[in-house]
């Protein structure tokens, strides 16, 4: 039989309550044919799979814990063989026509009334360990196992009152006389403490690692994929695990017990019988030890089960050690029908059985074989009275497998069908119901029950209703079928419900009750700071635990350790008062003859003397005592200070204002040139163009130009006059700032149009109006392209740009910065040209807001912090970055120093930090701060030269921008750390956003947007509007706020 794959196996991470779509798993199996040769199952399934929350789930039993021992050790029982449970090899057809079956060692089961019974492995450091009752004894030397057994502390009785939400949600919990159990509700089957519907489909998530030699070949790898998939009503299972190197997954294809624990687990059960996952609930370990032959090649396999997801969906991890045969590539493995028999005690189940297995490659076929040992260890309530006994032999049907290996897709595939019940010989086989052989056609989110002879019923799992033989999902939230309390929100899921709280609570242990959340230790408050004294420093909280100190004004040091200043040393008060220095501050008073507060003093009008003369009279007074170097300052014939002032005794000058006080940069030492000083020469302003432009025509008509010859005609500040006439003619028209000629406006003579300025902003601007239609809901980008914002929508993360519009007209402004509101779906963005800042909803027949008109320049990046309701933006004709609420209210200046050229401005809400850009020529930088302006500090400056954009991703925590000067995508860590090249040759970028594994940003060469891939850097698309003109801000809408992680 050869068979191949068509699909890949999905690789996504375990823990998010993602697995693979069913056709990933089945659909690329071929169609499996019984050991009969007919056809017994469709190639692609439809599972309606249940996803589900499992409320209740306790912590996963302790895996360290150690077998109990006994004083007196129990006598181990001598190996037994077994009959052979098939025909004998010689006269057996070959597989797959005859379906001949192996034989299997029969194990002893537990002993009557004893422990349970759990083999010994020499020479693996597995010693029995001491013990307090009782003795864990092995059966054969030859098996090796894991010997952890869990049990109950029933030193101290624990009872459903307090214990029972250790209980899965579909269990009920019962007290007994030494402690309580948890039993699965009807319709649900488990272990108590984790219950699975009955007749739905299961999932598995796990990753395997293995360390493994092919042959000689040694080969590793960590945490890849597996993922699993179970039709609980038929007993089929599907086993997928991706990215295992070729070699080794090549070697592993006959292991089909990796994916046979699966079948085992949930095994379709006869009458009377119960599959794994009845017993070990969703926490055990299954430990196996493969012997090949003739090669004797050892392999050790653990599977280690660590409970059930919120999505109702089994953990494990998978461990791999040892040596495998090597297997050549394009070679199919073929393992016909096998029946294993399981041996149970109270929490340990053992097998014991050997296996033939076929490798072909066109006409080469090589038949060897394994001896395979396993043991489960789990864990059992033993509080409850045994209400049955679970037989102490059960046998594992295991027809239609199959183990697939593609290298294209490099999926490792196993496949099985497991049916579970008494041990049968090989006699001809009575006819089985359907519901037993997996026969029937019951919906595969059904249960199917049987009834006399071959009649079954069907009946749709616990979450559907329906006939059985099709089933819909029952909506709990709905139908108000659910137990979820107040302060929380009912999810429905297909086959279940989830219970999710609302912002600021959390789950109590009943998982089901929801409380407020408390606060975080704050130790800014509770005193476990170890900033400087309050009078000194001040505690600044981040959130959590996290904390920082800044020394308060006054104060020096890094806020751990803070000194005082001495501000009289700064010159702070006025040169005609005395200052005093103070803890933490100082004081100004005004000298006798001056009033004033001490920073301004001005002379006593009743004195008539001038500044200069009281100061010139109080250091004259001064320098009578001994050893006073004190300046006497040089004053005019009226009285006034003279710009140049020298030292009578050190011989050094330097310039002073017109209040005396000197201009920094201006001493000079002695025996020096002096300073020049004084009121500066008047400075020329550069010509303009229209000023050029006119000398340079007036220079080609030589110097008189005759009454029809144009030459431009400029105001006093150099500006081209909105109406321009060719020389003394009444030919006129109008123009531009720029002086070009406005279409249209040319006219006759006797005829003068009507020019408008075009320099200076209107005072008064038509009131913008949204788009009619608003964007529908979904991704998209929002871009700024002057008077305009536009909507381009995405699809995943492709442009589509067959859909983009315009979404808001706004003439007479010029749109530079955007951001968007998530919680209240609205855009915000700032204006050049009103030197404003507005928004609007996006709600249909919202009206544009102007939330700020005053105290603007030139306002460019603007940024939304949507936790704090916060606006950030920057000003590059003010050289200034401020803040303010959504409404324009609690507004302040967080920076207005050491600013030059600010422009794109992003916040990580999540950490609370604020980055920008200054793209000063002489000294390029980024910077970020504390979202209150505290701890600014320099976080990129070498390598930069135009830093146009900016953005912060929530989701990769990456802080990246774009330059102009380098054309380059650049991105590092929120500390500067990790910095690393996306793209070096951009063309001119002006703003950028991330989305996804994408940027997309506006470009002034192209005039449009373009995308370019975070991973590989590669330019994916761009979108050019059809009115072509610079594009400014841009920024992403997602239909959700995004969370992002810390």
């Not at 230790?521 to 509770?526: I, Y």
């Not at 005395?578 to 501050?585: R, V």
């Not at 009743?606 to 040089?634: F, I, N, W, Y």
Request: proline share 9%; charged share 20%; hydrophobic share 25%.
């Amino acid at each position: 039989m050869d068979v191949s794959f068509h699909s890949k196996a999905d690789s996504r991470q375990l823990g998010g309550g993602i697995s693979p779509p069913v056709s990933d798993l089945a659909s690329s199996l071929p169609h499996p044919t019984s050991s009969d040769g007919s056809n017994t199952e469709s190639a692609t399934l439809d599972p309606q799979t249940k996803e589900r929350r499992h409320h209740g789930d306790i912590d996963a039993p302790d895996l360290k814990g150690r077998a109990e021992s006994s004083e007196q050790p129990v006598t181990p029982a001598p190996p037994e063989t077994g009959d052979s449970l098939g025909p004998s090899r010689e006269g057996s057809p070959p597989y797959p026509a005859g379906g001949a079956l192996p034989t299997e060692r029969q194990v002893p089961p537990a002993h009557p009334g004893r422990e349970a019974v759990l083999p010994n492995y020499p020479g693996l450091d597995h010693a029995p360990p001491p013990g307090r009752g009782r003795q864990v004894v092995g059966v054969e030397d030859d098996i090796s196992s894991n010997t952890e057994v869990f049990t109950y502390n029933a030193a101290h009785k624990e009872t459903c009152e307090h214990n029972h939400e250790r209980c899965s949600r579909h269990a009920f919990c019962t007290d007994y006389a030494t402690g309580f159990c948890c039993h699965c509700q009807s319709r649900f089957y488990g272990n108590g403490k984790h219950c699975l519907p009955e007749g739905a489909p299961h999932r598995v998530n796990g990753k395997v690692s293995g360390q493994l030699r092919v042959g000689h070949m040694p080969v590793h790898f960590t945490d890849v994929d597996l993922h699993a998939y179970i039709v609980g009503n038929d007993g089929r299972a599907y086993t997928a695990i991706s990215h295992i190197p070729q070699p080794a997954a090549q070697a592993l294809l006959p292991l089909t017990p990796i994916g046979g624990l699966f079948g085992w687990l949930f095994a379709l059960e006869k009458p009377g019988w119960e599959n794994g996952f009845s017993l070990t609930g969703a926490t055990f370990i299954h430990d196996m030890e493969v012997t090949f032959y003739p090669g004797e090649e050892r392999v050790r396999i653990t599977q280690t089960a660590e409970g059930l997801d919120p999505e109702n969906y089994l953990s494990i991890k998978t461990n791999i050690q040892g040596q495998v045969p090597y297997i050549p590539a394009n070679f199919t493995a073929h393992i016909a029908p096998y029946r294993e028999l399981y041996h149970y005690s109270d929490s340990v189940v053992t097998s014991t059985s050997s296996r033939d297995y076929s490798l072909t490659f066109g006409t080469i076929n090589q038949t060897q074989s394994y001896r395979v040992h396993q043991n489960i260890t789990y864990q059992t309530c033993r509080h409850a009275p045994r209400r049955w006994a679970v037989p102490t032999t059960q046998q594992l049907n295991v027809d239609r497998v199959f183990a697939l290996y593609t290298d294209e897709e490099k999926v490792l595939r196993f496949a099985v069908t497991n049916q579970i019940g008494p041990v049968e010989g090989d006699s001809e086989p009575a006819p089985v119901n359907p519901c037993y052989d997996g026969s029937h056609t019951c919906a595969t989110t059904a249960r199917c029950h049987p009834a006399t002879g071959v009649d079954y019923t069907c009946e749709c799992a616990p979450g559907y209703q329906g006939d059985g033989r099709s089933c819909m999902d029952v909506n709990e939230c709905a139908a108000g079928f659910h137990r979820c309390g107040p302060n929380s929100v009912c999810v429905n899921l297909l086959g279940s419900y989830r219970c999710e709280c609302r912002s600021g609570y959390e789950f109590a242990d009943d998982r089901h009750t929801c409380v407020l959340i408390a606060p975080p230790p704050n130790p800014c408050e509770d005193g476990s700071h170890n900033c400087a004294p309050a009078g000194r420093a001040r505690c600044i909280h981040h959130g959590g635990g996290s904390f920082s100190c800044a020394c308060l004004p006054g104060y020096t040091g890094d806020g751990h350790q803070c000194t005082d200043v001495d501000e009289c040393s700064e010159n702070r008060c006025h040169p005609s008062a005395t200052c005093s220095n103070t803890p933490g501050s100082f004081s100004c008073r005004c000298q006798p003859g001056y009033h004033g507060d001490g920073f301004q003093c001005t002379p006593d009008p009743t004195s008539g003397l001038k500044p200069c003369e009281h100061q010139q009279r109080d250091a004259q007074a001064q320098r009578t005592h001994p050893g006073a170097l004190l300046h006497v300052p040089q004053c005019d014939e009226q009285g006034h200070f003279l710009p140049l002032q020298c030292h009578g005794s050190t011989g050094f000058c330097w310039c002073v204002d017109p209040d005396g006080r000197e201009i920094p940069g201006t001493r000079t030492p002695p025996s020096s040139v002096p300073p020049r000083c004084g009121p500066p020469e008047p400075t020329q302003r550069p010509r303009t163009i229209c000023e050029r432009w006119r000398e340079s025509l007036l220079e080609h008509y030589g110097g008189t130009p005759r009454d029809d010859q144009y030459v431009p005609q400029c105001d006093d500040l150099g500006h081209f006059t909105p109406l321009q006439c060719h020389g003394k003619s009444d030919f006129c028209w109008c123009v531009d700032k720029d002086g070009r000629e406005v279409q249209g406006t040319r006219s006759q003579p006797g005829t003068i149009p009507a020019c408008i300025p075009t320099v200076a902003p209107p005072t008064v601007r038509p009131t913008p109006r949204p788009d009619v239609a608003p964007p529908p809901v979904g991704t998209f980008l929002l871009y700024a392209q002057g008077q305009q914002i536009g909507h381009l929508p995405l699809n995943g993360t492709r442009l589509q740009k067959d859909t983009a519009k315009t979404l808001l007209s706004l003439h007479g402004s010029i749109v530079v910065g955007i951001d968007y509101d998530c919680r209240e779906r609205m855009v915000y963005w700032t204006d050049v040209a009103g030197r404003t800042i507005s928004r609007a909803s996006l709600e249909p027949g919202a009206e544009p807001e102007t939330i700020i008109n005053s105290g603007l320049m030139s306002p460019e990046g603007l940024a939304i912090d949507h936790f704090r309701r916060t606006m950030y933006w920057t000003d590059s004709g003010l050289d200034k970055i401020e803040r303010a609420k959504l409404d324009g209210s609690e507004r302040r200046a967080l920076f207005h120093t050491d600013l030059v050229n600010p422009r794109a401005i992003a916040v990580d809400p999540i950490r609370g930090n604020l980055y920008w850009t200054d793209w000063n020529r002489e000294a390029p930088k980024i910077e970020m701060s504390s979202l209150d302006g505290e701890n600014r500090r320099i976080l990129v400056n070498k390598d930069i030269g135009l830093p146009n954009g900016l953005t912060f991703d929530p989701f990769s925590k990456l802080l990246c921008w774009a330059d102009a000067g380098t054309k380059k995508l650049e991105c590092t860590l929120p500390d500067g750390t990790g910095r690393r090249v996306i793209q070096n040759n951009l063309n001119y970028p002006f703003s950028i956003v991330s989305y996804a594994d994408h940027f997309y940003h506006t470009d002034w060469r192209r005039d449009g947007v373009i995308s370019v891939n975070r991973d590989s850097g590669q330019f994916m698309d761009e979108y050019l509007p059809e009115q072509r003109s610079h594009l400014y801000g841009i920024t992403a809408v997602y239909p959700y706020c995004p969370t992002g992680r810390k």
